[in-house]
C-alpha cells in the first residue's frame, strides 16, 4: 500500500509543472513574441499609463479600467455596445510590452449610457444638415430656374407651331422640351451639391423602371407611335369615306389613341390607332370618280348581246353617269337558272350619291329588260322520284317567260328619283357637328399633306 501511495504522489508531482502551462496557453488574439526576463513594475505602469492616454482619446471607453502585472493587461468595465469591447484587445495588443490580455469588458445595460450616444449623433447630424441648408437652397434656385426657363421656352406657340407638321407633333416639341429642361436643372443642381455621381445612379433606376413600364404598356406606346406616324402621313382626311379592317364609315377624326369612324348607321366605330396603321385601307373619297357595279341574270335563251346593248345604252343614257371612263357590260358567270351580267358605270361621287345612283341604275336596267321582253327567271329546283322519273314534265326544266310589267315603258323615264349627294351631305354634316364639340383633340387637318 505505501508503495502504491508513493507512486501515486510521484506521478502527482512530475505532472504539476505541466498545468500552469495550459492554463496560461495564449489565444490567437493574444500578441506574439518571446517574453523577456527583465519586466519589472515600472514597465508595467508605463503599459498602463499608455493604454489609459489611448482610450481617453476614443469615445465610449470611460468606463473601462486597465490594470498591467508582468506584462498582463487586464481590461474591466462597460461599452455602449458588444463591437466596441471587442475592439479593445487588438487595441492593447499593439502597445509594445503586453504579453498577454484579459478582456473583461462587457456592453452596458444602462438606458441613459446608450440613449445619449443616440441623442449626440442626432443632434450633430441635425447641425449639419443646418449648416448644408444654404448651399441646398443655392442648387434648389439653380434647379428652379432651369426648370421655369425650358417651360417658359415650351410655352411658345410659334416655333414649335411652324416647325411641326400638327399640333400633336408640336405638343410632343414641347413635351421633350420640358424633359430636357428638367434633366439639364437636375445635373447643375447635383454639380453645386457635388453629388453628379449620383445622377448616373438616378438615370440608370429610371431607364429600368422605364424600360418595365414599356414592357407593361406596350399596346399604349404602340398606339402612341402609330398616332404619330399617322397624323404626320395623313392617309384620310376628315369626313373622308374608309374603310379600315372591314369597317366602313366617315372619319370623325383622329385621336392620340384610336381612329374614330362614322357608320352609315350613325353609330361609332372606335378603332385603335395600331390597328389602323397595319391594316388596309380603303378611301372611296380621295377620288372624285367611282365605280359601281350591278349584276342581272337573264334567261339562258335571251340574246345576250342584245341584253348587253340594252344595258349599256340605258345606263349611258342617264344623266349622273360620267362618260369617261365609258360604261361596260360583260356575261360574268352562268348559273343554275341564270346567267349573269354584270353592268358597271362611273359617277362624280362629291356631286351624286353613290347609293341612290346605283339604285336608279338597277331600277332602269330591270324596267327597261321587262319593256324588251328580257326574262329575268328566279332560281327553280327540279326534284325527280325515282318511280316518275319518266312522268317529268319538261316545262319544269325552266321558269315561265314573265311577261312586261305594266306601265314598265313609263318606268324607264329617268331622272324621276333625285341622285344628288343629298345623303352623303347630311353623314358630312353629322360629323362636321361631332367635329365642332371635341375641337382639339383631333389630329388630322384638312390643309396638312397626306400620302
Not at 414649335?160 to 407633333?169: E, G, K, V
Amino acid at each position: 500500500m505505501r508503495r502504491f501511495i508513493c507512486s501515486c504522489l510521484l506521478m502527482l508531482a512530475l505532472a504539476g509543472p505541466t498545468l500552469p502551462q495550459s492554463a496560461w496557453a495564449q489565444d490567437d488574439d493574444q500578441p506574439q513574441g518571446t517574453i523577456s526576463i527583465d519586466d519589472s513594475a515600472t514597465r508595467d505602469a508605463a503599459i498602463a499609463t499608455r493604454i489609459r492616454e489611448i482610450l481617453a482619446q476614443l469615445d465610449g471607453y470611460e468606463d473601462v479600467t486597465v490594470t498591467v502585472s508582468a506584462g498582463i493587461v487586464t481590461l474591466r468595465g462597460t461599452t455602449l455596445d458588444g463591437p466596441a469591447a471587442a475592439r479593445l484587445t487588438a487595441l492593447a495588443g499593439r502597445v509594445e510590452g503586453v504579453v498577454a490580455i484579459e478582456n473583461e469588458v462587457t456592453e452596458t445595460t444602462d438606458v441613459a449610457k446608450r440613449l445619449n450616444p443616440a441623442a449626440q449623433r442626432f443632434m450633430k447630424r441635425m447641425q449639419q444638415v443646418v449648416a448644408f441648408l444654404p448651399l441646398a437652397g443655392v442648387a434648389l434656385g439653380a434647379f428652379a430656374a432651369v426648370v421655369l426657363a425650358g417651360f417658359a421656352l415650351a410655352r411658345l406657340r410659334w416655333p414649335w407651331d411652324r416647325l411641326a407638321p400638327n399640333a400633336f407633333i408640336a405638343d410632343i416639341y414641347r413635351q421633350v422640351i420640358r424633359l430636357g429642361f428638367f434633366v439639364a436643372g437636375l445635373v447643375v443642381a447635383l454639380d453645386i451639391l457635388g453629388a453628379t455621381a449620383l445622377l448616373s445612379t438616378i438615370l440608370g433606376a429610371a431607364g429600368i423602371i422605364g424600360l418595365a413600364i414599356g414592357f407593361a404598356v406596350r399596346d399604349t406606346v404602340e398606339n402612341f407611335i402609330a398616332s404619330i406616324m399617322l397624323s404626320i402621313r395623313q392617309p384620310f382626311r376628315p369626313n373622308d369615306t374608309v374603310e379600315i379592317g372591314g369597317d366602313v364609315g366617315n372619319v370623325i377624326r383622329l385621336t392620340s389613341r384610336a381612329t374614330i369612324l362614322l357608320s352609315f348607321d350613325g353609330n361609332h366605330i372606335r378603332i385603335p390607332n395600331a390597328t389602323v396603321f397595319k391594316s388596309r385601307i380603303i378611301n372611296f373619297t380621295l377620288n372624285d370618280e367611282r365605280r359601281f357595279t350591278a349584276d342581272f341574270g337573264v334567261a339562258y335563251d335571251t340574246d345576250l348581246l342584245q341584253a348587253q346593248k340594252l344595258a349599256r345604252e340605258t345606263l349611258e343614257a342617264l344623266s349622273f353617269v360620267l362618260e369617261k371612263p365609258a360604261v361596260n357590260v360583260w356575261i360574268e358567270d352562268l348559273g343554275d337558272s341564270a346567267v349573269t351580267l354584270r353592268c358597271t358605270a362611273w359617277i362624280a361621287q362629291h356631286n351624286t350619291s353613290f347609293v341612290a345612283a346605283r339604285s336608279e341604275a338597277i331600277r332602269l336596267v330591270m324596267a327597261a329588260f321587262d319593256t324588251a321582253g328580257i326574262v329575268m327567271p328566279e332560281p327553280t329546283v327540279r326534284v325527280l322520284r325515282p318511280d316518275a322519273a319518266e312522268a317529268a314534265e319538261p316545262a319544269a326544266q325552266g321558269a315561265p317567260p314573265r311577261s312586261p310589267r305594266a306601265g314598265s315603258a313609263t318606268a324607264i323615264a329617268a331622272g324621276a328619283i333625285d341622285v344628288a349627294a343629298d345623303m352623303e351631305h347630311e353623314l358630312e354634316a353629322i360629323v362636321e357637328d361631332e367635329r365642332q364639340t371635341a375641337r382639339g383633340k383631333d389630329l388630322l387637318r384638312r390643309e396638312g399633306p397626306t400620302e
